[in-house]
Structures are given as structure tokens and as C-alpha cells.
């Protein structure tokens, strides 16, 4: 079983992928590539040099940074496994051709702000003003990111603007519907 992850800045990804692994769930992270290779170019992990990083691996390869991930799923070949975050259609399109299902998730504009004021990286210190430029650089196409795109291309929808006992909810009725 593989589950793919696209969301919208904010929105609980990293909170699903928490309870995801909880459920045996063996997780690989775009982001964590994208990391390793600003590490290894010495430069700083912000949201910015991941975007730009992100977009230039995507002109190269639209499934990038996917693949990647996608090749240490095959070689670790787990039961159950998810890949996180899809943000191109190409990345969504790549997935899916290989048997994964896609999960969107989703929140309101302003209570996704405030969890990332809540999270208190550096990364997430910014003005609403800030965000949502951001937001709407990810979400529309900006880049060779298109997340709402790749959210209407999902099997499974969860709109997060509840607690997290309604969210555990959700997963759990999606988690019944494809079998796990």
C-alpha cells in the first residue's frame, strides 16, 4: 500500500503522516531530499532555497523529487508506505501510474497561518501578508508548483479545520474505504 501526500501549506500533512506511521506506515519525505542536498551544496535549509532547488530538479525531471523517492520505496519495499509532498501534477501523475493513492489535505487560508505561527520554525516566521503570497505561489502554479491542481487529481480529499481527534476521524474512515 502506498499512499501519496499533497497539501496545502499548512494544512496537517506532517500531522497525518504522524498518525499514518503510528498505523505501521513507513514514511519517505521530499523534503528530507531536498535538505540533504542543500546540505551537501552548504547552503541554508530555508523555505525559499527548497522551492527554488524544487522547481529546478522539477525542470529536469517533472516527477522529481518523487522518483527519488520512489526508487528507496522500491528498494526497501515495505507493506505499507507513504511519500510526502506531492506538488506538481507531474509528481501526482507519476505516483499514480505506479499504484499509489493520493490524499489531499486541506484547511481554511487562516487557520492554516496560524498553525505555522505555531510551529515556530524559522522557516514559518513570517506576516499573514508573507504566507499568502507563499500559499498562493505553491497552490496556483507558481514555479512548477500547482497544488490545487494536484488536490483535485487526489482519490481522497480531508478538509483539517478541526481538531485532531476529527482529523484521526477522517484518516481512519479513508483507511476503511481502501482496505488498510
Known amino acids: 500500500m502506498l499512499i501519496g501526500i499533497a497539501g496545502t501549506l499548512g494544512a496537517g500533512k506532517g500531522t497525518?503522516?504522524?498518525?499514518?506511521?503510528?498505523?505501521g506506515f513507513?514514511?519517505?519525505?521530499?523534503?528530507g531530499v531536498l535538505r540533504e542536498l542543500l546540505r551537501a551544496d552548504g547552503l541554508e535549509e530555508?523555505?525559499?532555497?527548497?522551492?527554488?532547488?524544487?522547481?529546478?530538479?522539477?525542470?529536469e525531471n517533472p516527477a522529481s523529487p518523487q522518483h527519488v523517492l520512489f526508487e528507496k520505496y522500491k528498494k526497501e519495499n515495505p507493506d505499507k508506505a507513504?511519500?510526502?509532498?506531492?506538488?506538481?501534477?507531474?509528481?501526482?501523475?507519476?505516483?499514480?501510474?505506479?499504484?499509489?493513492?493520493?490524499?489531499?489535505?486541506d484547511a481554511d487560508l487562516e487557520t492554516r497561518y496560524e498553525r505555522i505561527k505555531a510551529r515556530g520554525t524559522s522557516k514559518d516566521h513570517v506576516t499573514f501578508e508573507e504566507f499568502e503570497k507563499?500559499?498562493?505561489?505553491?497552490?496556483?502554479?507558481?514555479?512548477k508548483h500547482n497544488i490545487r491542481a494536484v488536490l483535485e487529481m487526489a482519490n481522497y480529499t480531508i478538509t483539517?479545520?478541526?481538531?485532531?481527534?476529527?482529523l484521526h476521524i477522517q484518516i481512519e474512515e479513508i483507511l476503511k474505504k481502501i482496505g488498510v
Open 16 to 23: 497525518v503522516v504522524a498518525y499514518l506511521k503510528e498505523k
Open 26 to 31: 513507513v514514511h519517505y519525505s521530499a523534503s
Open 46 to 59: 530555508s523555505r525559499e532555497n527548497m522551492t527554488v532547488l524544487a522547481d529546478k530538479l522539477r525542470s
Open 82 to 105: 507513504i511519500l510526502e509532498s506531492i506538488h506538481s501534477v507531474g509528481e501526482a501523475e507519476f505516483i499514480k501510474e505506479r499504484g499509489a493513492i493520493l490524499l489531499g489535505v
Open 134 to 143: 507563499i500559499a498562493t505561489h505553491e497552490e496556483e502554479g507558481g514555479g
Open 160 to 166: 483539517n479545520n478541526g481538531t485532531l481527534e476529527e
